[in-house]
Structures are given as structure tokens and as C-alpha cells.
């Protein structure tokens, strides 16, 4: 059980560090997170069915068209509101989000489509388990464009000013960084990893319409028990959820259903207990 | 002179409104249907604006809905109540819920307590799925409301959304108001001016839930079949919040004319698309954060003030 | 600079602050400080930045609960009341920044207090004429039925001030209303905070135009990095070299 829920963590984790990124550095909660993760699976189902190409091979192309899409989105509209009161930008985003899933509806359907890669049934033995071998590789995959992003953040001259500008914007922009620029960047950067997310979910899992809100939420749960703009604690946080979703499917009678409220759960006891978050640096 | 067209203006609403079942009754049912839509949908955007005075805007009004049709339907169903009786308690319900969750969500604000009452809203939706009482995924039948007439179900929503209609006004006109808008500007300052902020708020929210409730209520006893994807759907939260948003916020006739116009709206694109109709909800949403801050209402009366300037 | 509770028996004491302290995350933002406004005076509250004036001010107006000590207020011990009870018992206080209710007209956002200050509820014609009245001694009659937005900064500091006297408050609290002020201009606040006092109010403010505090207050209560370091008329406490070496740093200065 602890397998499965770790793995499924390393998916949440990217899920949600763009979110995270995207509160932290630009202050703005986006509603249509999810939505643009859903678009990622979709243009990786597209892909595979008519060219034949593996999602997690064409990721590249993912993240370079969600990138653009996230930073026209952001041109479009989201820049507008960002002197505007929070709630603003928080109506702004839910109307993306509801815009987006319903043009998924029309475009495509509310049927679920699946990629059926190869090896999706194929199955990898793991000491006394057996796990499968697509969530295997997208747990990796995860894991390293998390870590990646980290490093990025980390060393880069580019990470350096996203931190600068999510701890002080005034100061930031003082002392030269366009901080409009970086604003753009890091919301093209954060739809970028949602829509590689959606690829590996499309492989793992099936896509329809509807996911989006669902990983906008549990995106929400988990930046909301790392505590808001708290980047570091994401991986912490994922954990959680993919732990306690797998401890309740397991040893919860008909846990299938009830997994699904876990993280619906999760968020209203960490908002009303501990609302700065549980993994405050 | 102003005040006086106003007054006729709404006389003749009211009397039409009254008079339309009984021209529409037989002769056109599918309108009658429509209004009786229109007016569920008028009385959920009214109830969300209610709490949306005093800054707390919620995303669970589905919450609300559903627990007043389920508890509705349940009481009549096993416990035998008079359907009246059960979607007053449908109402009461909610009441409670949402006095419950106000307390507890009192410090939040903003986006935390959005998301809140967003989960609160689809925690009750997994229950009332899981829940075999409930009637797990595939839900309940309820008993229809005054046997089923059309005219006189929607004689009675339309009873339901003049009392919400004279709270909101009567609110609107009182003391209420004062204390509404300061703790939605500014609620610490708020409370150093002596407004007991935590009464009001969670006053709102029961008022708010209340007036929700009833109306899941008397949805589940004419439309005779509740699930839960559609009872807590994020449909009907959507729909109370566009409503008054479009219409004009923190007023008696913004609710009222944005529900209209959605509603019409909708129906006219459902016979365009069967299902992802709601993309306008999101494209209006969208256009009105960035262009129309204050709703149709706002836009009337800037409007007028630039009429009268010229 | 603690001080014996039995001691306050018998003073002529309006509000008292007894061992108060308040730490937030660790850092102490305001250490056992004691100190007493008395009935009818001007007290003055300064210090650096940061010396914790401001927490002090939202520990007596309620909004930030102290982690140990009492306040007493009026002799009824207000530790636990609640910000809108505080109001209601008679104390009143402005903003620093200054934030006024935006959706709302001068005129309304001044009937707030009046028709939630008191604890006999008020109609709300009665009201609103009370309210007029408070902006005409605040000096904003004439913006009454503006938009707040309108407002310049001299203009919405006396908006603050008559929206916390529309609580016909015993004790107002005043934060910062001389700042950013022309000299023409704080020297009219002065006058009107003279006039308020002989109105029947007490007054505590906080300010850092040393002239104004000079001409206004009775006594001056000194606070650095959370703990009171002098008190007394403004004379004497300028002269003191604590008080000089906290604003100027231990290398002092020559004067102030």
C-alpha cells in the first residue's frame, strides 16, 4: 500500500509545483490549473492516436504548447487582474477553468479517452510486489522534472529572480528585474508542467473533461498543507495525499469511492486547524 | 417621479408574473417550465449574494441545494412528513450546516474561503454518493409537490422568491446593510467600530443557506429524481455566483435580472449543445471581472449618470 | 517597570495596561509593559520603529489578544472582550493605514459607528443626523456625500477620525493622524485633538511629529523594542539618555 500511494505522489508533486509557483512568485491562485493539465492530456492522447507518439516521448512538445497557451491565457486576461482585489483574480481563473472544461466538452466529448501504449499493462516486480510499469515510469519522470524545477530554482539566474520576485516584488523590480516579464515566464512555466502532468496522466489513466477540477483540487490540497508559496514542502505534502488515498482505498470498506473525498477532507482540516500550512519552513 | 415608474414598473412584474400560470398553464407549459426554472435559479442567486454582502463568497451552494433535496426527500419518503412540511425542513437543514461551517470557517477569507466551502460542498457529495440511506450514485425519488401541478408548483418557488426578494430589499434598507458592507470593505475596522462581526456573518451565511435549502427542497419534489452529481453539482454553484455577478452585486435586482438572463440564455444554447452549454457561465464570468465590474446593474447606472451629465 | 495591581486602586486611571506582553512567532513585539492613560489627558505613545506601539493599540482595541496581562478598562477588566464590545464600552480608535469603507459614502461610513458604537441601538435617521454632526466637528461636513475614493490623505485622516468618534468614545485611540501632513495642516489636527479632549475625550496617540506631540500631550510614554523605557511630561523624557540613545542610536547625538 505504501507503494502505491508514494508513487502516485510523485504525480500529485508535479501537479502541483506549478501551482505552487504560481502562487509564490505571481500571488495568483489559479483556478484553471487543472484545466491546463487537462489540455496536456488531451493534446498527449491526440498525439498518440494519430502519429503513434508515446506521451511521455512527446512531452517536449506538451510543454512548449502549454507553455504558449498558459502565457496567452496569461497576456489575454490574468495580467489585468493582478492589481485587482485577490477574489477578482479568483472569479477570473474559476471562469477560465469552467470556460475551458466545457469548450473540452463541446470539442471533444465528455467520453473518456484512453492511450493504450504497449507497455501499459506490463507489470515490473518490486520486491514482494508487483507494480505496474507506466506508474513506475511516471513516478520517475515526476520526481525528476520536480527536482529539476528545484535545481532550476535554485541555481539558475532565472530561479534567482522568480525568488526574488515572490519575496519582495517592489525590491525585485529596484533592483532591475522585469517583473512582468517574470510573471509571464513563471505562468507559461507552471501550465507547461501542469500539461506535462496531464501527458503522464493520460498514459497512467484515462482523460476526460473532467479531470481538471479534480487536480486543481488536489493541487489545492496540497500547496494548502505546504503552506501557501511554500515550494519546498510540496513534496512533503504530496506524500500525504498519495499516502493517506492509498490507506483509505485499502482499509476503508468500498475505500475506492471514498478516496476521492480524502483530499476534500484534507483541505478543510488543514484550512481550519493550521491554515499557514503544516510544512512552514 | 423616478421613484413613482419604479413602482409601477414592479406592479406590473409582479402581477404578470402572478398571472402567468394561468395563461400559460395549458396553453403554453413549456414557458411555464421555463419561468419556474428561472425562478429556482433567481432565488439561488439571491440567497449567494446575500452572504456575498458581507465578503464571504462561497463556492458550496450546491451544499446547501442538495442538503435541502435530500433531506427533503428523505423525510418524506421514510419519515411520511407532508412534502410542504419536508422542504421547510430541507431549509433548516441547511440552516444548520451552514451555521455550522460559518463558525468554522470565520477566519478564512478570500480564496481560503472559497476553497473551504468548495470542499465542504464535494466532501457532501462524495458522502451522499457513498452512503447507501442516500441512495448511493444512483439517488432517490421524491413524491411530487402539490400533486404534480405545474401552476401550483410555480406559485409556490414564486412565494418562496418574494419572501427572499423582501428580505434582501428589506435587508438592503436597514442597519443590516451598514454592517454587511462594512465587514465586506473592511472587517477588522469593522469590528472597532462596534459591528459584532461574527453574528452578522454567520447570520448571512443561515439566511444565505436557507433560502438555498428551499429551494433544493422544492427542486427534488418537482423534478421527482435527485443524484448526487446533480444535486451538489458544481453547476449550481457556478450558477449562483455568475448570476448575481453579472447582474450586479450586493443588490435586490442584479440577482434577479442576472438569473433571468442566464437562465434564457442557457435554455436558448441547450438546444445547440446538449451538454458544455455552461461554457458561457465561464466566458461571462470571464468578460465581466475584466470589462464589468459591476455587473448589468453597474453598467445601467453608469450609463445613466453619463445621460444625465451630457 | 512592573507594577502592583493593588496600586492601581484608587487612581484616577481610564485604561491600564497591566504586564502585557505579546510575542508573534517567537519574536517579542511588546514585553510586561504596564502603563495607565488617565482620565482627561492627552498621553502620548512614541519610540522607533518597531518598538511595538502599534501592537500596543491592537491589544487595547482587541484586535490582537495578549499572550499574558490584563487591560483594564474604566475598572471593568476587558482582557477577553471583544473588539465590538470595547467599542461599545467607549474605546475608539483610527488606523494608520488609513482604510476606510469603499463602498460607501463619507457620510455612511461615519453612521457605522453611530449605529453600531452604542450599546442603545439607534434608528437610522437618528443616525444619520448624529453622524452629520460628527462630521461637521471633524471638518468634512462638506465631503459628506462624497465617494471615500475621492478623498485626499488630509481629508480621509479626518474621516477616520470622525468615523471612531461617531462611537462618542471615551478613549480614542489615535494612530499616526498627524503623519504626512503639511505643518498648515497638523497644526489644525492639533486643534482639533484639543477640542476633542475638551469634549469629554481621553486620548492616547501614537505619532512621530515630535512638534505636534510636544504641543498636545500631558505625558509621554517611551517604548523600545517592546519595553517601556521612560515616561513623563515631554520635556523631561526628551532629555532622558535612554530615550535619546534609542532614537539615535548609543553613539547619541547632541539634542534632539
Redesign the interface.
Known amino acids: 500500500m505504501v507503494i502505491f500511494g508514494v508513487l502516485r505522489s510523485g504525480l500529485y508533486a508535479l501537479t502541483s509545483v506549478g501551482l505552487a509557483l504560481s502562487v509564490g512568485v505571481i500571488g495568483v491562485v489559479n483556478f484553471a490549473h487543472g484545466e491546463f493539465l487537462m489540455l496536456g492530456a488531451y493534446l498527449g492522447y491526440w498525439l498518440f492516436v494519430s502519429y503513434g507518439i508515446d506521451p511521455l516521448l512527446a512531452i517536449p512538445i506538451g510543454a512548449a504548447a502549454l507553455f504558449a497557451i498558459g502565457g496567452a491565457v496569461f497576456r489575454a486576461g490574468i495580467q489585468r487582474v493582478l492589481r485587482a482585489p485577490e477574489l477578482n483574480q479568483m472569479l477570473l481563473t474559476f471562469g477560465i477553468s469552467i470556460f475551458l472544461q466545457n469548450l473540452a466538452i463541446i470539442l471533444w466529448t465528455g467520453d473518456p479517452r484512453t492511450a493504450a501504449v504497449s507497455y501499459k499493462a506490463t507489470a515490473v516486480p518490486l520486491g514482494p510486489l508487483v507494480v505496474g510499469l507506466p506508474q513506475l515510469v511516471v513516478f520517475g519522470l515526476a520526481m525528476a522534472f520536480v527536482l529539476g524545477l528545484y535545481l532550476v530554482l535554485g541555481r539558475s539566474r532565472l530561479g534567482k529572480a522568480m525568488r526574488a520576485v515572490a519575496q519582495n516584488r517592489v525590491g525585485a523590480s529596484l533592483i532591475g528585474i522585469e517583473v512582468d516579464r517574470i510573471y509571464l515566464l513563471t505562468f507559461g512555466l507552471a501550465c507547461a508542467l501542469a500539461g506535462v502532468a496531464g501527458m503522464m496522466v493520460t498514459l497512467q489513466l484515462s482523460t476526460s473533461p473532467f479531470i481538471g477540477l479534480l487536480y486543481t483540487l488536489k493541487a489545492f490540497a496540497i500547496i494548502v498543507m505546504a503552506g501557501l508559496g511554500n515550494i519546498n514542502g510540496v513534496i512533503y505534502a504530496s506524500l500525504v495525499l498519495g499516502l493517506s488515498e492509498a490507506f483509505v482505498e485499502f482499509y476503508v470498506p468500498q475505500g475506492g469511492g471514498w478516496s476521492e473525498g480524502v483530499f476534500f477532507l484534507l483541505i478543510l482540516v488543514v484550512l481550519l486547524v493550521r491554515p499557514k500550512g503544516l510544512f512552514r519552513s | 417621479m423616478r421613484r413613482a415608474g419604479a413602482g409601477v414598473t414592479l406592479a406590473v412584474l409582479v402581477a404578470a408574473a402572478v398571472a402567468l400560470p394561468f395563461w400559460a398553464g395549458r396553453a403554453q407549459p413549456y414557458y411555464l417550465q421555463l419561468a419556474l426554472n428561472i425562478l429556482i435559479f433567481a432565488v439561488l442567486a439571491l440567497s449567494w449574494d446575500l452572504l456575498a454582502r458581507t465578503g464571504q463568497?462561497s463556492?458550496a451552494h450546491a451544499a446547501f441545494f442538495g442538503l435541502g433535496a435530500y433531506a427533503s426527500a428523505l423525510l418524506v419518503t421514510l419519515a411520511h412528513v407532508p412534502i410542504a412540511l419536508g422542504i421547510a425542513a430541507g431549509g433548516l437543514v441547511a440552516v444548520i450546516a451552514a451555521t455550522g461551517l460559518g463558525l468554522?470557517?470565520l477566519?478564512?477569507r478570500?480564496?481560503?474561503f472559497?476553497?473551504?466551502t468548495?470542499?465542504?460542498s464535494?466532501?457532501l457529495r462524495?458522502?451522499a454518493?457513498?452512503m447507501r440511506f442516500t441512495g448511493g450514485s444512483s439517488g432517490l425519488i421524491a413524491p411530487p409537490l402539490l400533486g404534480g401541478s405545474l401552476p401550483a408548483q410555480y406559485l409556490f418557488i414564486l412565494a418562496i422568491l418574494v419572501a427572499a426578494v423582501a428580505v434582501s430589499w428589506g435587508i438592503n434598507r436597514?442597519?443590516w446593510y451598514?454592517?454587511f458592507?462594512?465587514i465586506?470593505?473592511?472587517e477588522?475596522?469593522?469590528?472597532?467600530?462596534?459591528?459584532?462581526?461574527?453574528r452578522f456573518k454567520v447570520l448571512a451565511f443561515a439566511i444565505s443557506a436557507a433560502f438555498a435549502g428551499l429551494a433544493g427542497g422544492f427542486y427534488a419534489h418537482v423534478f421527482l429524481f435527485i443524484n448526487p452529481f446533480e444535486a451538489f453539482s458544481?453547476a449550481t454553484s457556478?450558477g449562483a455566483?455568475?448570476a448575481p455577478?453579472f447582474g450586479g452585486l450586493?443588490s435586490t435586482v442584479g440577482p434577479l435580472i442576472g438569473a433571468a438572463v442566464l437562465r434564457v440564455g442557457e435554455e436558448i444554447l441547450r438546444t445547440k449543445?446538449r451538454?458544455?452549454?455552461?461554457?458561457i457561465?465561464?466566458?461571462?464570468?470571464?468578460i465581466v471581472?475584466?470589462y464589468l465590474?459591476r455587473g448589468l446593474v453597474g453598467l445601467w447606472a453608469s450609463m445613466r449618470r453619463r445621460g444625465r451629465a451630457s | 517597570m512592573g507594577v502592583d495591581a493593588a496600586a492601581w486602586e484608587g487612581l484616577v486611571s481610564l485604561l491600564a495596561l497591566i504586564d502585557i506582553t505579546k510575542s508573534f512567532g517567537g519574536l517579542v513585539a511588546i514585553g510586561d509593559v504596564s502603563l495607565e492613560v488617565r482620565q482627561d489627558e492627552i498621553l502620548a505613545l512614541i519610540g522607533p520603529n518597531g518598538a511595538g506601539k502599534s501592537t500596543t493599540f491592537n491589544v487595547i482595541s482587541g484586535l490582537t489578544p495578549p499572550d499574558a496581562g490584563r487591560i483594564v478598562f474604566d475598572n471593568v477588566d476587558i482582557t477577553t472582550r471583544k473588539p465590538h464590545e470595547r467599542a461599545r464600552l467607549g474605546i475608539g480608535r483610527t488606523f494608520q493605514l488609513m482604510q476606510p469603507f469603499h463602498d460607501m459614502t463619507v457620510l455612511e461610513n461615519v453612521m457605522v459607528g453611530e449605529l453600531f458604537g452604542h450599546t442603545t441601538p439607534k434608528s437610522i435617521a437618528a443616525a444619520r443626523r448624529d453622524a452629520a454632526e460628527v462630521c461637521e466637528l471633524a471638518g468634512i461636513a462638506a465631503l459628506m456625500a462624497r465617494d471615500v475614493g475621492e478623498l485626499g490623505v488630509a481629508d480621509l485622516k479626518r474621516l477616520e477620525v470622525a468615523r471612531a468618534l461617531a462611537t462618542h468614545p471615551r478613549l480614542l485611540l489615535l494612530d499616526e493622524v498627524m503623519a504626512g501632513l503639511t505643518p498648515a495642516e497638523a497644526a489644525r489636527a492639533v486643534d482639533m485633538i484639543r477640542r476633542i479632549r475638551s469634549g469629554g475625550v481621553t486620548v492616547l496617540l501614537i505619532d512621530h511629529v515630535m512638534s505636534g506631540v510636544r504641543d498636545l500631550a500631558d505625558r509621554v510614554t517611551v517604548l523600545n523594542f517592546g519595553r517601556k523605557i521612560a515616561e513623563g511630561p515631554f520635556d523631561a523624557v526628551a532629555r532622558d539618555p535612554a530615550v535619546i540613545e534609542a532614537y539615535l542610536g548609543p553613539e547619541g547625538g547632541s539634542g534632539s
Open positions: 463568497l463556492l468554522l470557517t477566519r478564512l478570500g480564496i481560503y472559497a476553497i473551504a468548495l470542499a465542504f464535494e466532501t462524495v458522502i454518493k457513498q436597514s442597519r451598514f454592517a458592507t462594512a465586506r470593505t473592511n477588522e475596522v469593522a469590528g472597532a467600530m462596534g459591528v459584532d462581526v461574527v458544481i457556478v455566483l455568475v455577478i450586493y449543445f451538454s458544455g452549454y455552461l461554457i457561465y465561464g466566458l461571462i464570468l470571464a471581472i475584466l465590474p
